[in-house]
């Protein structure tokens, strides 16, 4: 009889564990991937400005055709950081309340 309560007692605590560590925090979530995409987008630009060349940044030009203001300058990097951020800031909330709201289904 003993070693069916040992069972059920590690059982609630794996259930207890799963439902906390399941949950993802959308807010954190959200910061850390419009850092990403803010930062990486600057970055990217701002590598292809120092690099130089006869053409800088032809295929990261084609950007300039989603993103209002986007080129491949100096000025163009900071309205990058914008939109990657936005971007980035987007994608990170979406996949937070997605997985959230499909573990919430789960634990029903």
Same mark, same amino acid.
């Given at each position: 009889m003993?070693v @069916? @309560?040992g069972?059920q007692?590690?059982? +609630?605590?794996? /259930?207890?564990v !799963?439902?906390a %560590?399941?949950r993802?925090?959308t807010g %954190?979530l959200?910061?850390? /991937?419009?850092l990403?995409g803010? =930062?990486g ?5 701002a590598w292809?400005?120092?690099k130089?060349?006869p053409?800088?940044?032809? !295929?990261?030009?084609l950007l300039g ?5 986007y +080129?491949?300058?100096? !000025?163009? @990097?900071?309205?990058?950081?914008f939109?990657g951020?936005? %971007? ?6 979406s996949i937070?309340t997605?997985?959230?709201?499909i =573990?919430?289904?789960?634990?029903r």
């Amino acid at each position: 009889m003993a070693v @069916s @309560s040992g069972k059920q007692t590690r059982y +609630s605590e794996i /259930c207890e564990v !799963h439902q906390a %560590v399941v949950r993802l925090q959308t807010g %954190v979530l959200t910061i850390v /991937c419009a850092l990403l995409g803010g =930062v990486g987008l600057f970055m990217m630009t701002a590598w292809l400005l120092i690099k130089g060349g006869p053409q800088v940044g032809v !295929h990261l030009q084609l950007l300039g055709q989603y993103f209002i203001g986007y +080129s491949v300058t100096w !000025h163009g @990097s900071l309205v990058g950081l914008f939109y990657g951020a936005l %971007v980035g800031g987007v994608v990170g909330w979406s996949i937070g309340t997605i997985y959230n709201g499909i =573990v919430a289904i789960r634990q029903r």
